[in-house]
């Protein structure tokens, strides 16, 4: 795979982990708000832990994709 290649891809995957921890956020709220019996605690550590990760994750391939224009 080419350089030129692996920026994009890294680019696209880490807009892609951005995008899927907000969805996951919204999903917290909403859940949150229905009051379908879920045990807000779990609900809210699962889901933060969730965010946090894909977050983090997104924000790295970002990085990398940002260090293979140099």
């Not at 891809?9 to 379908?36: H, N, P, Q, R």
Request: a neutral charge.
């Amino acid at each position: 795979m080419t350089e030129e290649r692996e920026k994009v891809l890294f680019a696209e995957i880490g807009k892609y982990c951005i995008d899927i921890s907000k969805l996951v956020f919204g999903g917290i709220i909403l859940a949150g708000i229905m009051d379908w019996g879920l045990n807000r605690l779990a609900l809210l550590l699962s889901g933060v832990a969730a965010v946090t990760l894909l977050a983090v994750t997104g924000i790295c391939f970002s990085v990398l994709s940002d260090n293979k224009k140099q």
